[in-house]
């Protein structure tokens, strides 16, 4: 079974730092997904990513993939409270892998 | 943006009844897919669906469950006997079979067994 892990569980940054969030996953695999997920909201999808070296951005969040290391980043700059949240990585194989998420809250 | 609608969007039910979750997905989407959320946990792959076919199933989607297409355009997740522990949020979810491969979810579907 594919294992995918995300570090750190929590996450508590002060607004207008910088903070990456990391995706393991122990298995190779053509597709890393980014999700963000609102308090009793259904996942909003953040960025695929298909290639080792992938990058993609969108406002203060880039993520990027490398799978010879099996990681996916996703990067915040400059943090604002909008972006308090939690955010999962999940891997294509078979199935979907999700990562155990990661409960970010910016603090004002 | 393409939608995916779910109904109900809370179930309550006691121990041992039927379910039925209900997915509208988008059209010319062809894989289907169905997790279940516990409350405070991850995202747990259900099942998969292609061509009217489950292509892939996990360990969790054992006999009590099951998925059909009905009409052609609806696509349902059925809970046979439900049990405490099938209590959470249900996605049902669409890939299209083109790039970007972007998988849309829908709102989700609260099962509670009491």
């Known amino acids: 079974e594919l294992k995918v892990e995300q570090n750190p569980l929590f996450l508590s940054m002060q607004e207008g730092k910088n903070y990456t969030i990391y995706c393991n996953y122990s298995?190779?695999?053509?597709?890393l997904y980014w999700y963000r997920q609102d308090p009793g909201k259904s996942l909003e999808s953040l960025f695929v990513l298909l290639s080792n070296g992938a990058v993609k951005q969108e406002g203060r969040l880039m993520a990027s993939l490398d799978t010879k290391a099996r990681l996916s980043t996703l990067h915040i700059t400059a943090a604002v409270h909008d972006l308090s949240a939690t955010y999962f990585c999940?891997?294509?194989?078979?199935?979907?892998?999700f990562g155990t998420g990661t409960s970010l809250t910016v603090i004002p | 943006e393409p939608e995916v609608t779910q109904t109900p969007s809370h179930q309550v039910t006691q121990m041992g009844q039927e379910v039925i979750l209900r997915c509208v997905p988008i059209s010319n989407h062809l894989y289907f897919y169905w997790y279940r959320q516990i409350l405070g946990q991850k995202v747990e792959f259900l099942v998969s669906f292609y061509n009217n076919e489950i292509s892939e199933k996990s360990e969790i989607f054992d006999d009590q469950f099951s998925v059909e297409r009905p009409d052609g355009s609806n696509f349902t997740l059925k809970i046979r006997s439900t049990k405490l522990e099938d209590s959470a949020m249900y996605f049902c979810?669409?890939?299209?079979?083109?790039?970007?491969?972007?998988?849309?979810f829908g709102p989700g579907t609260r099962l509670t067994v009491t």
């Open positions: 298995t190779t695999s053509d597709r």
């Open positions: 979810a669409n890939l299209g079979p083109w790039g970007p491969y972007e998988q849309y």
């Open positions: 999940a891997v294509a194989g078979n199935q979907f892998y």
